[in-house]
């Protein structure tokens, strides 16, 4: 059974910093896609980094760039995200999510394993 743990989310204020880790277990995602997508109320989920395990190629939309880091180490099959500067819009759940596929997928849809989610909260 694919799991897929969150953790590290929190409250912070506007200009502070949060470190998420994710955690899988069940299968090795040592050569395939890994992201963050996030979800705030009312709007819909966005992707804000995603990393191929196996290039270490990542993306990231302009609304995180140069503050959010997505990293993996896959010796303990773990994705990191950190986030810096971080603002009141970013409040929202994020969530860990995984393609078993070595292809590079970007779409929420092709991502087959989730995590539960954790709370991410800035306050202004």
């Known amino acids: 059974q694919v799991q897929l743990v969150e953790s590290g989310g929190g409250s912070v204020q506007a200009g502070g910093s949060l470190r998420l880790s994710c955690a899988a277990s069940?299968?090795?995602?040592?050569?395939?896609?890994m992201g963050w997508f996030r979800q705030a109320p009312g709007k819909g989920r966005e992707g804000v980094a995603i990393?191929?395990?196996?290039?270490?190629?990542?993306l990231y939309p302009d609304s995180v760039k140069g503050r959010f880091t997505i990293s993996r180490d896959n010796a303990k099959n773990t994705v990191y995200l950190q986030m810096n500067s971080l603002k009141p819009e970013d409040t929202a759940i994020y969530y860990c999510?995984?393609?078993?596929?070595?292809?590079?997928?970007?779409?929420?849809?092709?991502?087959?394993?989730w995590g539960q989610g954790t709370q991410v909260t800035v306050s202004s």
């Open positions: 999510a995984a393609t078993g596929s070595w292809y590079w997928r970007t779409d929420p849809g092709d991502f087959g394993y």
């Open positions: 069940g299968y090795t995602f040592s050569n395939a896609c």
């Open positions: 990393i191929h395990t196996g290039t270490g190629r990542t």
